[in-house]
Antibody, heavy 121, light 107 residues
Framework: QVQLVQSGAEVKRPGSSVKVSCKAS????????FSWVRQAPGQGLEWMGA????????DYVQKFQGRLTITADESTTTAYMELSSLRSEDTAMYFC??????????????WGQGTQVTVSS | EVVMTQFPATLSVSPGETATLSCRAS??????VVWYQKKPGQAPRLLIS???TRATGIPVRFSGSGSGTDFTLTISSLQSEDFAVYYC?????????FGQGTRLEVK
């Protein structure tokens, strides 16, 4: 049973960074592909980036290039999303999603519970 | 990037009836379209992949169709728990992109 558990809510100052974790259980880590998706208040879903642990390859949506770092640690079966230079517009619920198995990397069958990130001075 | 456009933005349907949601891609994405259900305070839930394949545990009243640029999610015999926001997403090109969502509400 694949399960993703995310870290808790964060409140950050503008200009700072936030790092959100997503711990995976119930499967072989190399079979995962993780993506990060966010939803700002009253808005739709927005893809941020993804990582394929098997080949240690991360890709980022251009909007987030230079501010976003996605990593994965096989020893702790955890994926991480770090967003820097935070601004108020980054206030959102951040979700990790995962593909497990051999399907398309970007079909997210499994999801974490979400992490609320609030950016406020 | 591929733009996904969903319509209508809001759909009002009575319980027991059928809802038809549409999604159009700005270029062909073959059959690489996914549908999710999103409720407030919950993570998205995968409903349909590859345009028409129901995910594990999804009731048969949910069905998807389409290929190329035009896709449809049909929900028959609407139940109370089906009223939510639905998103299509293409996974054919990087970056994956979502539509803006269709809110399905009780008529």
């Amino acid at each position: 049973q694949v399960q993703l558990v995310q870290s808790g809510a964060e409140v950050k100052r503008p200009g700072s960074s936030v790092k959100v974790s997503c711990k995976a259980s119930g499967g072989i880590f190399s079979n995962y592909a993780f993506s990060w998706v966010r939803q700002a208040p009253g808005q739709g879903l927005e893809w941020m980036g993804a990582i394929i642990p098997l080949i240690n390859k991360a890709d980022y949506v251009q909007k987030f290039q230079g501010r976003l770092t996605i990593t994965a640690d096989e020893s702790t079966t955890t994926a991480y999303m770090e967003l820097s230079s935070l601004r108020s517009e980054d206030t959102a619920m951040y979700f990790c999603g995962a593909r497990y198995g051999s399907d398309n990397y970007y079909i997210l069958a499994f999801w974490g519970q979400g992490t609320q990130v609030t950016v406020s001075s | 990037e591929v733009v996904m456009t969903q319509f209508p933005a809001t759909l009002s349907v009575s319980p027991g009836e059928t809802a038809t949601l549409s999604c159009r891609a700005s270029q062909s994405v073959s059959r690489n379209v996914v549908w999710y259900q999103k409720k407030p305070g919950q993570a998205p839930r995968l409903l349909i992949s590859r345009a028409s394949t129901r995910a594990t545990g999804i009731p048969v009243r949910f069905s998807g169709s389409g290929s190329g640029t035009d896709f449809t999610l049909t929900i028959s015999s609407l139940q109370s728990e089906d009223f939510a926001v639905y998103y299509c997403q293409q996974c054919n090109n990087w970056p994956p992109t979502f539509g803006q969502g269709t809110r399905l509400e009780v008529k």
